[in-house]
């Protein structure tokens, strides 16, 4: 994409409010959607998150109900709720580093030191900071997908607007060391949704972005 492609699909984006319910996102863009996820960055790239695809419309249903009722959540193409992990233990980061051997190809026992910085910074790390931290780590994801529906012209909603503890039930989630923390509706525009043809509203360049020299 050229600098100009880039700011017009970041200027065409928006929150979307409302969804044509019959338009759904192809095999093709729905795989590289997939891939803003999976390859999203994250601290010491251990990705503490999952991402859950609804698509059982009586499931949405009952999570439309304790999203104050949003239709995004029912009528988007695909609703995506992103979880972040309560708790880092020992196993995850053995996970973490016998994936980094397999897809690297050395000795798992070549990432010891890496292992044993991980296991002092976050498995030994309070559970409130590794909450809080986990949740940034989220939402790192979250801005990767939403940045790439824009380039595909693929209109996307972030939305923190639900109840988490009632989605964790609801989703099963409970037990599980995952919790709710966001979601992101994704399809097409309506074309009667009017927060389409408002302006975007940000402070001017030289209010928010300072060069320190």
């Known amino acids: 994409m050229t600098h100009t492609s880039i700011k017009e699909a970041l200027d065409w984006r928006y929150a979307t409010k409302r969804y044509d ?16 996820l999976q390859l ?16 059982n419309p009586a499931l949405r249903e009952k999570l439309k109900t304790v999203s104050w009722n949003q239709t995004q959540v029912t009528d988007a193409s695909h609703y995506v709720v992103f979880l972040y992990k309560e708790e880092m233990d020992e196993a995850y ?11 690297r190809s050395i000795p798992p026992a070549s ?10 910074n976050l498995a030994k790390a309070p559970d409130e900071k590794i909450r809080v931290w986990s949740q940034r780590q989220a939402y790192i994801a979250m801005g990767f997908l939403l ?27 409970q037990g599980t060391g995952w919790k709710s923390v966001a979601t992101v509706a994704l399809g097409y525009r309506h074309p009667e949704d009017s927060f389409q043809n408002l302006k975007k509203v940000r402070f001017a360049e030289d209010s928010i972005i300072q060069y320190v020299k």
């Open 40 to 55: 999203a960055p994250s601290s010491y790239g251990i990705q503490p998150w999952k991402f859950l695809v609804i698509e």
């Open 111 to 120: 990432l010891d030191g890496y292992k044993s910085m991980m296991i002092e």
């Open 147 to 173: 940045e790439t529906a824009a380039m595909l012209k693929i209109d996307a909603t972030p939305m923190e607007g639900f109840d988490p503890a009632a989605y964790d039930e609801i989703l099963g989630l």
């Open 93 to 103: 980061i053995q996970k973490y580093i016998d994936r980094i051997a397999e897809v």
């Open 21 to 36: 319910a019959t338009k759904k996102i192809s095999e093709k863009d729905w795989e590289v959607l997939k891939d803003s």
